[in-house]
């Protein structure tokens, strides 16, 4: 054969026990080599028949996929199949020559191993590869190279029974936990968690009154008209527009501009007073593969720490940071007030969605409660309250944040929460997030640098 080839004898355990031939890594062994030509003898052949009805699945598995490989090598005119194209070539090949026992004195024809060694001894530079030492040792008695895979070209061993057991037993808790919710409170690594209360620099008169011209091109005056039939009595008319209601709808409006001019003017107060009711960055999720049942989600404060349940409360507490409202131009027609024409339908509840199972006060709440009825799988949640810092800057306090459902234990986190004066501009996100949305809009319209900075 060329000098670059190499033909190797392959016994019974390196179709059982190596990886396929064309994963494991020839060069180790044969360094150099262009071409490693398998070839499989009849007593290997024969070994594996017997293995393929093996009460072992792993080498009942890989003696019958062996045995399709060399009955496909066996399908073509030179019994001989490529499993590999390069690097080297590798190729696997019946085969067909016999023994010449004559030769051989010490090998006894009827033992399978001594019938490789002397199959691999009728071709010259041939190499037996084993990983028992038996034939090892004969081939070399014969004058035969042998060699010994190495580790890395094995399979990984067997597992025993006790080791198969366990491996069941973990694949059965595994079932059994995928078949529970796995619910996880996370909040933020850092502790203390540091919340800031940004001041934010005066708007200025310019700022301010372009901002106002920005909300009122939103609300603009209506131009009304007194309306009443001539037919009628200007006093009973009930279907006219008056000019009273007129009158009292642009006192209104007046009233309204100038409220929305002293929102601007004091809106950097408004910032800073807001800034003391933020909801902690954590949240409460699922995720395992069902749906938590009747969840419930509690947060809890300590220190000086109170909880709001959502930024209306804080006003009533911090004052208004929302926009003021525009009054409504009245209508021409009768108003008449009966009542409620019908009693309010009856709202049913949402299974997925949250809902207070207590509901902090306005004021000294220092815990809060969600319930959710099906929290589904893969879903997060913030924490949907607002930790009030009271008390002198910096206010210091605790957060406890803990989650339960049906068949599932509760999981708490706590964090320290630290409220701490900052220097802020106008477009930083905690405190765009503060404004309504139609007033953020407004601070899109202006050109960034003709804002206040410190």
């Given at each position: 054969?060329?000098?670059?080839?190499?033909?190797?004898?392959?016994?019974?355990?390196?179709?059982?026990?190596?990886?396929?031939?064309?994963?494991?890594?020839?060069?180790?062994?044969?360094?150099?080599?262009?071409?490693?030509?398998?070839?499989?003898?009849n007593?290997?052949?024969?070994?594996?028949?017997?293995?393929?009805?093996?009460?072992?699945?792993?080498?009942?598995?890989?003696?019958?996929?062996?045995?399709?490989?060399?009955?496909?090598?066996?399908?073509?005119?030179?019994?001989?199949?490529?499993?590999?194209?390069?690097?080297?070539?590798?190729?696997?090949?019946?085969?067909?020559?016999?023994?010449?026992?004559?030769?051989?004195?010490?090998?006894?024809?009827?033992?399978?191993?001594?019938?490789?060694?002397?199959?691999?001894?009728?071709?010259?530079?041939?190499?037996?590869?084993?990983?028992d030492?038996?034939?090892?040792?004969?081939?070399?008695?014969?004058?035969?190279?042998?060699?010994?895979?190495?580790?890395?070209?094995?399979?990984?061993?067997?597992?025993?029974?006790?080791?198969?057991?366990?491996?069941?037993?973990?694949?059965?808790?595994?079932?059994?936990?995928?078949?529970?919710?796995?619910?996880?409170?996370?909040?933020?690594?850092?502790?203390?968690?540091?919340l800031?209360?940004?001041?934010?620099?005066?708007?200025?008169?310019r700022?301010?009154?372009?901002?106002?011209?920005?909300?009122?091109?939103?609300f603009?005056?209506?131009?009304?008209?007194?309306?009443?039939?001539?037919?009628?009595?200007?006093?009973?008319?009930?279907?006219?527009?008056?000019?009273?209601?007129?009158?009292?709808?642009?006192?209104?409006?007046?009233?309204?501009?100038l409220?929305?001019?002293?929102?601007?003017?004091?809106?950097h107060?408004?910032?800073?007073?807001?800034?003391?009711?933020?909801?902690?960055?954590?949240?409460?999720?699922?995720t395992?593969?069902?749906?938590?049942?009747?969840?419930?989600?509690?947060?809890?404060?300590?220190?000086?720490?109170?909880?709001?349940?959502?930024?209306?409360?804080?006003?009533?507490?911090?004052?208004?940071?929302?926009?003021?409202?525009?009054?409504?131009?009245?209508?021409?027609?009768?108003?008449?007030?009966?009542?409620?024409?019908?009693?309010?339908?009856?709202?049913?509840?949402?299974?997925?969605?949250?809902?207070?199972?207590?509901?902090?006060a306005?004021?000294?709440?220092?815990?809060?409660?969600?319930?959710?009825?099906?929290f589904?799988?893969?879903?997060?949640?913030?924490?949907?309250?607002?930790a009030?810092?009271?008390?002198?800057?910096?206010?210091?306090?605790?957060?406890?944040?803990?989650?339960?459902?049906?068949?599932?234990?509760?999981?708490?986190?706590?964090?320290?929460?630290?409220?701490?004066?900052?220097?802020?501009?106008?477009?930083?996100?905690?405190?765009?997030?503060?404004?309504?949305?139609?007033?953020?809009?407004?601070?899109?319209?202006l050109?960034r640098?003709?804002?206040?900075?410190?």
């Amino acid at each position: 054969m060329p000098d670059r080839d190499v033909a190797v004898f392959a016994d019974t355990n390196s179709f059982l026990q190596m990886k396929d031939f064309k994963q494991i890594g020839w060069l180790t062994v044969f360094p150099g080599v262009e071409t490693i030509t398998v070839f499989v003898c009849n007593a290997v052949i024969a070994e594996l028949d017997k293995h393929k009805v093996s009460t072992n699945k792993r080498r009942r598995d890989r003696a019958r996929k062996a045995l399709r490989l060399i009955e496909e090598a066996a399908a073509t005119t030179e019994m001989r199949l490529t499993v590999r194209e390069k690097a080297p070539k590798v190729d696997i090949v019946i085969w067909r020559g016999r023994p010449v026992w004559t030769d051989l004195p010490d090998l006894d024809s009827t033992n399978p191993d001594d019938y490789l060694v002397a199959a691999a001894a009728t071709l010259p530079g041939s190499v037996v590869l084993s990983h028992d030492t038996g034939p090892r040792i004969r081939a070399r008695i014969a004058g035969v190279q042998a060699e010994c895979p190495p580790e890395d070209w094995l399979l990984p061993a067997e597992q025993t029974d006790d080791q198969r057991k366990i491996g069941q037993l973990t694949r059965e808790l595994q079932e059994a936990q995928n078949a529970r919710p796995r619910l996880r409170v996370q909040l933020p690594q850092s502790d203390p968690m540091v919340l800031s209360v940004a001041s934010v620099p005066a708007l200025g008169t310019r700022i301010s009154n372009r901002l106002k011209e920005l909300i009122l091109e939103q609300f603009p005056k209506q131009h009304l008209v007194a309306q009443h039939n001539d037919r009628i009595s200007i006093f009973t008319d009930p279907y006219g527009l008056g000019q009273s209601q007129i009158d009292a709808y642009e006192d209104k409006y007046d009233s309204f501009v100038l409220a929305v001019e002293a929102y601007f003017v004091s809106l950097h107060e408004r910032v800073a007073r807001h800034c003391l009711a933020q909801m902690p960055p954590g949240i409460v999720a699922n995720t395992g593969n069902v749906s938590a049942k009747n969840l419930t989600l509690t947060i809890e404060a300590d220190g000086n720490i109170e909880l709001l349940a959502d930024r209306d409360d804080a006003e009533s507490v911090l004052g208004r940071i929302s926009l003021p409202k525009p009054p409504k131009p009245p209508r021409a027609g009768p108003t008449f007030d009966h009542g409620p024409l019908m009693s309010r339908p009856h709202l049913s509840r949402t299974p997925t969605s949250f809902y207070w199972l207590k509901r902090p006060a306005i004021v000294g709440a220092q815990s809060a409660g969600f319930e959710c009825a099906d929290f589904r799988p893969g879903r997060e949640e913030d924490l949907g309250v607002l930790a009030h810092a009271v008390g002198e800057l910096p206010s210091a306090g605790r957060i406890i944040v803990s989650a339960s459902a049906e068949h599932h234990e509760t999981v708490s986190e706590d964090r320290a929460i630290i409220f701490e004066s900052t220097f802020a501009l106008w477009l930083d996100p905690l405190v765009q997030g503060l404004l309504p949305e139609i007033v953020q809009d407004a601070f899109d319209g202006l050109p960034r640098e003709d804002l206040p900075v410190w």
